[in-house]
């Protein structure tokens, strides 16, 4: 398996059907009875076992996920950190999660209790396998759920092994289940009657599919979908910085990342010289094999998807805009990388808001660069779209950065920086990009629900 494989089969696996999604889930709902009475201090000390595991393996699981996935082995060693990183946060959550007291009249009370769900289902995206599934299983771990997970069929592997460090760690059997599939499997998790929540990582069309057989189930659901970001540059800001900005906002693994800034509007004063330093920088990009120490770009996750993304470029240039560099298919000097779904990074220019390339996440590793010339226009104009998970800003007048990052309708917002995950912060979006927040506080209330108790300490007065 330990080898780059390039548009090769790595592995085979067996789509699981109705039957073993049935056993899968009654598996994690009898887990569920043990580690739903554990205390959260219990459950902290596996999760902190799970992190240290993975941890001490980092080296192998990031190449696991570096033949899983095609993104650079530098991206990959960042990934495992941040798995591990959120298994230690909501390690630390787990046994502080509590209700409240509440006094009332005549020495009587009414308490809460956060307790969790039940069987939770997390559907994974293939840009981050092994990082969506610790991001979702940690937080419903560590409030006392259970978990079924299925990865996308596109990057199965990794997720396993997440599945066997769990055991490894201490977990009761089957308490993180692992599912293998395509729709069909998605399907059976989502109608099945003892799932109590979905949180689906993924496209806006199969998101409101999710949503509505969730709805039939009247089951909680989270939603990350897909946007279209704005990243502002302001003529004020430091140019080497968000020239930077601009590269970590588009060309993360592959460009393959929801929250992409891939509209980067840019203040007419400066268009030209950052878009050629922009250029400049793109071109130096390596692309190529993803094991490689020195490689900062990958292969696309399979041939489909490469396709799209070149017709992207294609409608691009026919609808008006300029190929600045890239765009092109690239072919590696090492023969054993010949059939691989590489390009080089792209850098689109002339580009105006009516074009598809404007409009439409691409998914892959295109910049649309755009000018503007006021700050109240370049708000409207980001605002202008169906999404609303990210956006940024880059500009050294530090009042003018609250000011438009509070009026971008989007869910995660930069200032002077893009595309860092701390699991600290709530990630998630607005309008067509979902709902819901994974990482962070705000992650329990999606995997716990509130039971309040009222308290009579007299007697009832009955009104009959």
Known sequence: LFKTCP????????????????????????AFKIWSQMSGMERSRVLLEAARIIREQREEIATLETINNGKSIFEARVDIDISWQCLEYYAGLAGSLAGEHIQLPGGSF??????????????????????????????????????????????????????????EAGVPKGLFNVVQGGVATGQFLCHHPDVAKISFTGSVPTGIKIMEMAAKGIKPVTLELGGKSPLIIFSDCALENAVNGALMANFLTQGEVCCNGTRVFVERKILDVFTKEVVKRTQKIKVGDPLLEDTRMGALINRPHLDRVQGFIKQAKEQGAVVLCGGDLYVPDDPKL????????????????????????????????????????????????????????????????????????????????????????????YKSSGFGRENGRAAIEYYSQLKTVCVEMGDVESVF
Not at 10 to 19: A, F, H, N, Q, V
Not at 117 to 138: D, H, R, S
Not at 352 to 378: A, Q, R, Y
């Open 110 to 167: 009414g308490y809460t209790r956060r307790e969790p769900l039940g069987v939770c289902v997390g559907i994974g995206a293939w840009n981050y396998p092994f990082q969506i599934a610790c991001w979702k299983a940690a937080p419903a771990l560590a409030c006392g759920n259970a978990m079924v997970f299925k990865p996308s069929p596109f990057t199965p592997i990794s997720v396993v092994r997440l599945a066997e460090i769990f055991t």
């Open 338 to 429: 010949k059939n691989g779904y590489y390009m080089r990074p792209c850098v689109l220019g002339n580009c105006t808001d009516d074009m598809t390339c404007v409009k439409e996440e691409i998914f892959g590793p295109v910049m649309s660069i755009l000018p503007f010339d006021t700050e109240e226009e370049v708000v409207e104009r980001a605002n202008n779209t169906k999404f609303g998970l990210a956006g940024g800003v880059f500009t050294r007048d530090i009042q003018k950065a609250h000011r438009v990052v509070a009026a971008l309708k989007a869910g995660m917002c930069f200032i002077n920086n893009y595309n860092i995950s701390p699991v600290e912060l709530p990630f998630g979006g």
């Open 7 to 30: 548009g090769r089969v790595i592995s085979k696996l067996l789509c699981s059907g109705e039957k073993e999604v049935d056993l899968a889930v009654q598996s994690a709902k009898a």
